[in-house]
């Protein structure tokens, strides 16, 4: 059925089905999609009608049964939490919240919220980012429990030695430094606040690796030419991911920092860009002709105008809420597959960048500020794809052609 106006609710949750309604045609729900939602809704009330319930004894838990009462009778769609969610988030707009039973938070889970919402708060990380801090973090709490409490009196260097020997075995190096990096976060925070009375994030051992080893993946720049033409730009979809290659390619922006630019960002009379980075630093860059002609084009006429908040990009399906990090990666992806590529990540196009600047005489200076580096030891990496400077400094094997 793909007329929401056909179709018959019946039982408690009638009287909300036209605010339903209204509400994902708001929110850019096509036809068929808000009729599914409204299917589902009416289902539910039946359901809830069957057993003399009514909304206001929704609850996680009876939820979990209406879902595990489709699967019994037969149905194959829209049967996880995801798809109750709109339905969820209307009724919670109306008043009619559903209840959780929300378990108290043990020892060590009430420490990692406070230790999230520091790394958050204080030092400045992306939720992305914090999560992986506090899931290493989880690991090193659960070696601290002792009879349902954290022990942190009794913790010695050694045990910071067996955990990352540990949570290292079997992993990439980028991995283990990953770990070591969150765990020496997590030390300093509990000094902080007085759970260790010695900084012991010095400690941890490092793990062996050589910094700049490897050469940065950039791509060729047909290879960039082939990825932005894969964008068909007579759909929403393509103006919005051939917008977001162009910052990624042009500007040599960070996925997050492609997800979170805002439409206040844009300073079209200055022709300038808000870039909000790591650390949350701020920061203004030239806005191209061609990467703002983009940005206008997905603007006018790409970008719903049922779009949620002021993000700039948003997803093309309904709810048109922001993109989220992953999103803009897989739309580089996606983007490489249509252009017979092999699958690549959004952070190769800031590479590519930056390697076509050395090669093209760019210093690296200017490179560490085009890509926002604190230090230059971070952008001397690309010293090593200046293939021709690297020449005149390289001096004859001995033995060979001369």
Known sequence: MSDPSRVRITGPLAAFADGFAAELSEQGYRPNAAANQLQLLAHLSRWLASRRQDATTLTVSLL????????????TLWLSPKALAPLVSYLSNVGIAVASAHAELSPSEALLERYRKYLLDVRGLVETSARGYVDVARAFTVTRVVDGELDWKCLRPDHLSQFVLSASRGRSTGSAKLTVTALRSLLIYLHIEGFIAQPLDTAVPSVAGWR???????????????????????????????????????LGLRAGEVRILNLDDID?????????????????????????????????????????????????????????????????AAAASRAGLPRMSAHQLRH??????????????????????????????????DREGLRLLARPWPGGAS
């Open 268 to 332: 079209w009379r200055a022709g300038e860009l808000v870039v909000r980075g790591k650390g949350q630093r701020i920061e203004r860059l030239p806005l191209p002709a061609d990467v703002g002609q983009a940005l206008a084009a997905y603007l006018r006429r790409g970008r719903p105008d049922t779009a949620q908040g002021r993000t700039v990009f948003v997803r093309t399906r309904a709810p048109h809420r922001a993109l989220s990090s992953g999103g803009v990666t897989e739309a580089v």
């Open 352 to 385: 590519t960048l930056a390697t076509q600047m050395v090669r093209s005489g760019v210093a690296l200076p200017e490179v560490a500020q085009v890509l926002r580096h604190r230090r230059l030891m971070t952008t001397s990496i690309y010293a090593k794809v």
């Open 212 to 250: 700049l080893a490897g050469l940065p993946r950039a791509l060729e720049t047909r290879d960039v030419q082939r990825l932005l033409a894969a964008c068909d730009r007579r759909t929403h979809h393509g103006q919005r991911d051939f917008a977001m290659l162009m910052l990624l390619a042009r």
């Open 64 to 75: 979990d049964e209406f879902l595990n009462a489709r699967r019994a009778q037969g149905y």
